[in-house]
């Protein structure tokens, strides 16, 4: 009898061994199905964006090297060049029609500041199309360039060949360079050799592509083109040189802009526009004196860029060189800058006053006058032979404040540049130091054109006896040379 009920009680421990193994085996089954279920449910959009990824990597990688061998292309290396492309999934479009034009393309506008109608166009020079009405304008010239592209699109992203470049845009609608496009420029030179996208094809599914380029190697020369306008010559003529480029990359290529070490862009996001805007520097020098003459920006990095800033005034007529009020003035936005020169308080000496003004800032006039006796500029000579070298960087003539407060010698704002000082009735200053002060204020924006001229009275001075001596340190950058030509590039997918 014991021993019966020692078999069951074994029995039992038996039966109840099983039951935990199998009850063991269903909870790690269960662990391991929720971590599958766990790895595909949080996992797999990982995993997709990855091999998304590397598609994308893909096409880039395909597009660098299409934009290669299409440089060989263009440059006559070789007359056809062939690049395959799989599209796994996507599509491939050649956009190199009229109407594909209207959003990749390339204008660019030569500005003068002095023209009559440059301050209506600057108020808005960093808008698309900004130049309508202003074509036949004396001194306005303008050209534009189809550029086209390549474009392939999987699911929200898109790369794509324009302009010589290789660009990517990412789901959220920034866009960024992958290889740079044809835009190069030295800081005098900028060469612009754009490729024109000629063709209108497309083609989607998974298989392969080949992408075949050609050209004829003969590229047409936009500019210096003074067949077609004079002014379109070397070095350049104009003060502004405005390259606006119409792009679904806007916001890389005005990125790619901005990295070169003399250019910034500003970008139009309304019509999809990357606006370059150069300065061109004025001629310097000694010449012959006329009643206009320009400044280019100065190097405001420099304490005095201004190097020579003088004048050798001769008399007109008989009654000699004896002006009440002969001005000196530029005025650039709100900032004007004026010299006055006036014969008075003496025989044969004329008497300076500078005045710089910014609406922005005050409804004063900052001012300055010859300190004393000693502080004017002689006048030799008799009647019509009288002469006077007027030296607007001289060290030696002390001028004395006239007003009670200023508001330009500040720190680095908009309407003020150091050094940081207060002036009062009884603040002395060289000349010297006020021209590189107000010089580099009034040039702030870029060159300035001043005016010479006599405010309600005969001109005295007879400009084809005078002189002007002008030389200074300009902005880094100025453009001087610019070379435009068109790539035509016949495009086919097979």
């Given at each position: 009898?014991?021993?019966?009920?020692?078999?069951?009680?074994?029995?039992?421990?038996?039966?109840?061994?099983?039951?935990?193994?199998?009850?063991?085996?269903?909870?790690?089954?269960?662990?391991?199905?929720?971590?599958?279920?766990?790895?595909?449910?949080?996992?797999?959009?990982?995993?997709?964006?990855?091999?998304?990824?590397?598609?994308?990597?893909?096409?880039?990688?395909?597009?660098?090297?299409?934009?290669?061998?299409?440089?060989?292309?263009?440059?006559?290396?070789?007359?056809?060049?062939?690049?395959?492309?799989?599209?796994?999934?996507?599509?491939?479009?050649?956009?190199?029609?009229?109407?594909?034009?209207?959003?990749?393309?390339?204008?660019?506008?030569?500005?003068?500041?002095?023209?009559?109608?440059?301050?209506?166009?600057?108020?808005?020079?960093?808008?698309?199309?900004?130049?309508?009405?202003?074509?036949?304008?004396?001194?306005?010239?303008?050209?534009?360039?189809?550029?086209?592209?390549?474009?392939?699109?999987?699911?929200?992203?898109?790369?794509?060949?324009?302009?010589?470049?290789?660009?990517?845009?990412?789901?959220?609608?920034?866009?960024?360079?992958?290889?740079?496009?044809?835009?190069?420029?030295?800081?005098?030179?900028?060469?612009?050799?754009?490729?024109?996208?000629?063709?209108?094809?497309?083609?989607?599914?998974?298989?392969?592509?080949?992408?075949?380029?050609?050209?004829?190697?003969?590229?047409?020369?936009?500019?210096?083109?003074?067949?077609?306008?004079?002014?379109?010559?070397?070095?350049?003529?104009?003060?502004?040189?405005?390259?606006?480029?119409?792009?679904?990359?806007?916001?890389?290529?005005?990125?790619?802009?901005?990295?070169?070490?003399?250019?910034?862009?500003?970008?139009?996001?309304?019509?999809?526009?990357?606006?370059?805007?150069?300065?061109?520097?004025?001629?310097?020098?000694?010449?012959?004196?006329?009643?206009?003459?320009?400044?280019?920006?100065?190097?405001?990095?420099?304490?005095?860029?201004?190097?020579?800033?003088s004048f050798d005034l001769g008399a007109r007529a008989s009654q000699g060189l004896n002006p009440t009020n002969y001005q000196i003035s530029a005025t650039s936005g709100t900032k004007t800058l004026t010299y006055s020169l006036a014969k008075k308080g003496g025989a044969n000496q004329l008497q300076l006053t500078v005045t710089y003004q910014d609406t922005n800032a005050a409804s004063y006039a900052e001012e300055w006058i010859g300190y004393d006796f000693d502080d004017i500029f002689p006048i030799t000579g008799s009647k019509q032979d009288q002469e006077a070298i007027v030296d607007l960087l001289d060290k030696n003539f002390i001028m004395e404040y006239d007003?009670?407060?200023?508001?330009?010698?500040?720190?680095?704002?908009?309407?003020?540049?150091?050094?940081?000082?207060?002036?009062?009735?009884?603040?002395?200053?060289?000349?010297?130091?006020?021209?590189?002060?107000?010089?580099?204020?009034?040039?702030?924006?870029?060159?300035?054109?001043?005016?010479?001229?006599?405010?309600?009275?005969?001109?005295?001075?007879?400009?084809?006896?005078?002189?002007?001596?002008?030389?200074?340190?300009?902005?880094?950058?100025?453009?001087?040379?610019?070379?435009?030509?068109?790539?035509?590039?016949?495009?086919?997918?097979?």
């Amino acid at each position: 009898m014991r021993e019966e009920k020692m078999a069951r009680k074994n029995s039992i421990l038996e039966c109840e061994t099983a039951d935990s193994s199998v009850v063991g085996m269903i909870i790690i089954l269960m662990l391991t199905t929720l971590s599958v279920g766990a790895i595909l449910l949080y996992g797999m959009p990982t995993i997709n964006d990855m091999q998304d990824m590397a598609k994308s990597q893909k096409a880039e990688q395909a597009f660098t090297v299409f934009d290669s061998r299409t440089s060989k292309v263009a440059l006559g290396e070789s007359p056809v060049q062939t690049t395959s492309l799989s599209l796994m999934g996507g599509s491939l479009e050649v956009n190199g029609d009229n109407s594909s034009y209207d959003d990749s393309r390339v204008t660019v506008v030569l500005a003068d500041i002095d023209a009559s109608w440059y301050d209506s166009f600057s108020q808005q020079r960093y808008r698309w199309e900004s130049w309508e009405g202003f074509e036949t304008e004396t001194n306005f010239t303008m050209f534009n360039v189809s550029m086209g592209s390549i474009i392939y699109k999987k699911d929200d992203r898109i790369v794509g060949y324009e302009g010589g470049g290789v660009w990517s845009k990412y789901p959220t609608g920034k866009a960024v360079m992958i290889s740079p496009p044809e835009f190069n420029y030295n800081g005098e030179t900028l060469t612009l050799p754009i490729m024109c996208i000629k063709g209108n094809t497309s083609i989607s599914g998974a298989s392969d592509v080949a992408m075949t380029v050609s050209s004829s190697n003969m590229p047409t020369v936009l500019y210096p083109n003074p067949i077609v306008d004079s002014r379109m010559i070397n070095p350049l003529k104009s003060d502004k040189v405005l390259v606006y480029i119409k792009s679904d990359f806007y916001n890389a290529w005005a990125d790619y802009a901005n990295t070169l070490a003399y250019t910034s862009a500003t970008v139009d996001e309304a019509n999809s526009t990357a606006v370059v805007e150069l300065e061109v520097m004025p001629a310097m020098g000694k010449s012959t004196l006329t009643h206009n003459f320009k400044v280019g920006a100065l190097n405001a990095s420099k304490s005095s860029p201004m190097y020579n800033f003088s004048f050798d005034l001769g008399a007109r007529a008989s009654q000699g060189l004896n002006p009440t009020n002969y001005q000196i003035s530029a005025t650039s936005g709100t900032k004007t800058l004026t010299y006055s020169l006036a014969k008075k308080g003496g025989a044969n000496q004329l008497q300076l006053t500078v005045t710089y003004q910014d609406t922005n800032a005050a409804s004063y006039a900052e001012e300055w006058i010859g300190y004393d006796f000693d502080d004017i500029f002689p006048i030799t000579g008799s009647k019509q032979d009288q002469e006077a070298i007027v030296d607007l960087l001289d060290k030696n003539f002390i001028m004395e404040y006239d007003a009670s407060d200023d508001f330009s010698w500040n720190d680095t704002s908009s309407i003020s540049i150091p050094p940081n000082v207060e002036l009062n009735g009884t603040s002395q200053l060289s000349l010297y130091n006020i021209t590189q002060h107000y010089m580099k204020l009034i040039t702030m924006d870029g060159s300035v054109k001043f005016s010479l001229n006599s405010p309600g009275k005969s001109d005295p001075v007879d400009y084809d006896e005078s002189s002007l001596t002008l030389n200074y340190e300009g902005m880094p950058g100025a453009i001087t040379y610019l070379h435009v030509t068109k790539n035509d590039l016949a495009t086919s997918l097979s």
